[in-house]
């Protein structure tokens, strides 16, 4: 079938396939604070890395939620990396509570302080990226009408890595099972991989994606 997009057959499709489509996208569990030192720990699912050099992340807000705020105020974020293990409590900060009521008191998470920014870490998770804000987009439409959604991006400048995931200086990802989020209610996890060779002369991983 094709459909343009605003004219959706909600018979056929009664829920919208569009990030049904473009998964498996990985969770931005991203912990920020606010100048007055209140904690946010919460998921995002359009998360993910758009440069090497600098290194880039970003996750994007559907509406001023705490993240953005706090992201806004400080300028540094720290993204978790959420796993199979951690699902239900990386769920259970995706609750709405009230400003200043922390996340990781709600989910049973203990903290870890982070080494140069101020957002501390979820401390059960392998992996952990320290990062400043280095911009945040207020996402128009195609006729240049503001959206909802704010892309908050910053630069990776710290990297925690649990060792025991580090065999051969190669990091076991698929060990660390990391979750992604699908479509609808749907999850994923990254517990296994093959390896492809980019064409010669295509240049090196470090060139591309
Ligand atoms: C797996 C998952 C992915 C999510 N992805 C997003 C997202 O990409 N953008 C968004 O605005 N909300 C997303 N949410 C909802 C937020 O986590 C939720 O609104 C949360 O309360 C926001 O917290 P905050 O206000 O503390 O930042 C997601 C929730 C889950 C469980």
């Known amino acids: 079938m094709f459909y343009e997009y605003h004219l959706r057959d909600k018979a056929l499709l009664p829920h919208d396939p569009f990030k049904a489509l473009i998964a498996p996208r990985p969770v931005g569990w991203v912990s920020t604070m606010n100048r007055a030192g ?35 105020e ?40 982070s080494k140069l920014v101020a957002p501390p870490r979820v401390k059960a998770s392998p992996a952990q ?3 400043k804000v280095t911009e945040i987009i207020h996402l128009k439409n195609m006729d240049g009408g503001y959206s909802d959604n704010r892309l908050v991006l910053g ?7 649990d060792d025991s995931y580090i065999e051969n200086g190669i ?25 492809m060779r980019r064409p010669a ?9």
Not at 201 to 209: K, L, W
């Open 38 to 72: 209140e904690i946010n720990l919460a998921p995002y699912s359009f998360f993910n890395a758009f440069s090497g050099a600098p290194p880039l992340i970003g996750f994007s807000s559907d509406g001023v939620k705490d993240s953005l705020t706090f992201a806004e």
């Open 74 to 113: 400080t300028r540094e974020f720290v993204w978790n990396l959420a796993t199979w293990d951690l699902r239900g409590q990386m769920s259970d900060t995706s609750a709405p509570l009230p400003r200043g009521q922390s996340e990781f008191i709600h989910a049973g998470l203990e903290m870890a302080p």
């Open 129 to 131: 990226l320290e990062c």
């Open 155 to 161: 630069q990776v400048i710290g990297v925690w890595i």
């Open 171 to 195: 990091v076991q990802v698929t060990r660390m099972k990391p979750l992604a989020r699908c479509g609808y209610q749907d999850y994923t996890v990254l517990d296994d991989v093959f390896q």
């Open 201 to 209: 002369g295509a240049g090196n991983a470090s060139g591309g994606g």
